[in-house]
């Protein structure tokens, strides 16, 4: 459950990450022809493909396209138009039946990742990353980076608080509530067109027995009532 890398968007999880990472080292990466080559790979190599994956993803259209991974022996791949319309970040494998693995990742979720995506590629960008050492201290930043909650449009913000006689299961409690408020979560999304976005932590009670999860919308209180 941190920054951006925890399954904590949707079903954007480390399937998802692997397909992202192999198409940057298909795309940027010189094929790799022994295991003395892997063995010499070092910290710059490195930040260079940490550096061409956000580039990328930053700027590519998630709202419009799908990325694929195809193999480099592949022609082409069969993309049919049902699997291009499931989700908001269609990310697609090269086995069939090509399967897409953040089917379920909505449009606000897919917002708030590409908004990472920037602010890493924003950070790379201005601090310095001339010696290796400046370049493995960079790589330590992006990793301790978090999800900021809530960003500057969020405007209303409903805080669900949960509690329990035992809290070895506040935890368990906690993962049935999210499940079910997936469900309402979509519906804001898909019939009232709002934004929402999630506190991917749980702020915990001194007493150990309650917990509180936060929910962000970007409009005021007053007409986020109208959607009742």
């Avoid at 930053?58 to 699997?83: C, D, G, H, Q, Y």
């Avoid at 590629?121 to 930043?141: P, Y």
Wanted: one cysteine or more; aromatic letters at 12%.
């Amino acid at each position: 459950n941190f920054g951006i890398y925890g399954q904590v968007y949707g079903y954007l999880g480390g399937y998802s990450w692997a397909i992202l990472c192999a198409h940057i080292c298909h795309s940027f990466l010189t094929p790799i022809k022994s295991l003395y080559t892997i063995e010499q790979f070092s910290v710059d190599q490195l930040f260079s493909l940490v550096q061409s994956f956000f580039s990328t993803y930053s700027k590519f259209n998630w709202s419009t396209e799908a990325l694929t991974l195809v193999p480099r022996l592949s022609k082409s791949m069969n993309n049919s138009s049902s699997i291009l319309q499931r989700g908001s970040m269609r990310i697609l494998s090269p086995t069939p039946p090509h399967n897409n693995s953040a089917r379920a990742t909505m449009a606000s979720n897919r917002d708030l990742i590409v908004q990472s995506f920037q602010r890493i590629e924003n950070l790379l960008e201005t601090i310095n990353t001339i010696s290796s050492e400046d370049k493995f201290n960079a790589l330590k930043r992006i990793l301790e980076l978090k999800v900021n909650f809530p960003i500057e449009k969020i405007q209303t913000i409903i805080e669900c608080t949960l509690s329990t006689d035992n809290p070895n299961e506040l935890d368990e409690w906690i993962g049935w509530m999210k499940s079910r408020l997936a469900y309402f979560i979509n519906d804001c999304e898909t019939k009232c067109n709002l934004f929402v976005q999630r506190n991917n932590s749980i702020e915990y009670q001194s007493s150990k027995n309650e917990g509180v999860y936060s929910i962000g919308f970007e409009i005021d209180e007053e007409r986020l009532k109208t959607h009742r």
